[in-house]
Antibody, heavy 127, light 108 residues
Framework: QVQLVESGGGVVQPGRSLRLSCAASGFTFSSYGMHWVRQAPGKGLEWAAV????????FYTDSVKGRFTISRDNSKNMLYLQMNSLRAEDSAVYYCAKDRRNHLFRGALNYYGMDVWGQGTTVTVSS | DIQMTQSPSSLSASVGDRVTITCQASQDISNYLNWYQQKPGKAPKLLIYDASTLETGVPSRFSGSGSGTDFSFTISSLQPEDFATYYC??????????FGPGTKVDIK
């Protein structure tokens, strides 16, 4: 079955770095855009970043732009989020999620939201 | 950025009740809207896409409607497993891809 498993979360001091990983299985990973979505404790969902199926396009929300980098390795079915210069407000559960449409879909848009989510990995930024 | 609002922010209802949540976009997003359900400690689950299309395997008591800027989500007969938080999300324009603030449905 389609599965996403995140790892790499933990407790980190402000200003430090952390890399999250997401292992994908059960679908043709190289055909789908992939997202990172985060949720601060007790708060709503916040989209963080997306990467196209081949890694050629990347987009970020303003609050992480310049500090976070999304990447993927299609040969390993892996998605990554490199997080630098971490701040307390980056503390959250981070979910990786698969885009609902593959790149062959001839629609008006490039991304269609998320249909499969991982279980999340928790990042706590604290001194 | 497209802003999404939801109302109410929370509601209390009984099993069997009909529940409706509204979602409004700050600009026209056509029908590019998803609805998600999230239970405590769990990842969100896609229920409805393209504003009104039921995701495979989702019970038919869930439905969605709307286009442009105004959308609604309805549970026709609330079941015990439906107590959760529901989010709308627009995918017309990114970045950013934006979620509504959520509506928590709990037991009356």
């Amino acid at each position: 079955q389609v599965q996403l498993v995140e790892s790499g979360g933990g407790v980190v001091q402000p200003g430090r770095s952390l890399r999250l990983s997401c292992a994908a299985s059960g679908f043709t990973f190289s055909s789908y855009g992939m997202h990172w979505v985060r949720q601060a404790p007790g708060k709503g969902l916040e989209w963080a970043a997306v990467i196209s199926y081949d890694g050629s396009d990347k987009f970020y929300t303003d609050s992480v732009k310049g500090r976070f980098t999304i990447s993927r390795d299609n040969s390993k079915n892996m998605l990554y989020l490199q997080m630098n210069s971490l701040r307390a407000e980056d503390s959250a559960v981070y979910y990786c999620a698969k885009d609902r449409r593959n790149h062959l879909f001839r629609g008006a848009l490039n991304y269609y939201g998320m249909d499969v989510w991982g279980q999340g990995t928790t990042v706590t930024v604290s001194s | 950025d497209i802003q999404m609002t939801q109302s109410p922010s929370s509601l209390s209802a009984s099993v069997g009740d009909r529940v409706t949540i509204t979602c409004q976009a700050s600009q026209d997003i056509s029908n590019y809207l998803n609805w998600y359900q999230q239970k405590p400690g769990k990842a969100p689950k896609l229920l409805i896409y393209d504003a009104s299309t039921l995701e495979t395997g989702v019970p038919s008591r869930f439905s969605g409607s709307g286009s442009g800027t105004d959308f609604s989500f309805t549970i026709s007969s609330l079941q015990p497993e439906d107590f959760a938080t529901y989010y709308c999300q627009q995918y017309d324009t990114l970045p950013p891809l934006t979620f509504g603030p959520g509506t928590k449905v709990d037991i009356k």
